[in-house]
């Protein structure tokens, strides 16, 4: 069974920088597409930021260029550096780890609350 397990979230003024780190137990992880997600309270969960196994990534349009997601696959890792933070960054942030090896898998972490200031 493999854990992910998310870390880092805060409480931090606008404008602030945070970095979120995804640690993933097992052997999955290097050929796992991981993906940041967050809910705020009364709204879906969304995607924020994406990595393939080959390093490709993708950005939700509101955090285009303030976010940066990445890996290090050494250290079963991922990351995800916000800054220049705004109040509606506030949610609690999830990692997902996706792929296929013998059969598909989609592992979940438990979440780190970001709590942003006006």
């Known amino acids: 069974q493999v854990q992910l397990v998310e870390s880092g979230g805060d409480l931090v003024q606008a404008g602030g920088s945070l970095r979120l780190s995804c640690a993933a137990s097992g052997n999955i992880f290097r050929f796992s597409g991981i993906t940041w997600y967050r809910q705020a309270p009364g709204k879906q969960r969304e995607l924020v930021a994406s990595i393939t196994r080959g390093g490709e990534t993708n950005y939700a349009d509101s955090v285009k260029g303030r976010f940066a997601i990445s890996r290090d696959n050494a250290k079963n890792t991922a990351f995800l550096q916000m800054g220049s933070l705004k109040p509606e960054d506030t949610a609690v942030y999830y990692c997902?780890?996706?792929?296929?090896?013998?059969?598909?898998?989609?592992?979940w972490g438990q979440g780190t609350q970001v709590t942003v200031s006006s």
């Open positions: 997902n780890a996706r792929g296929r090896l013998l059969a598909e898998y989609d592992y």
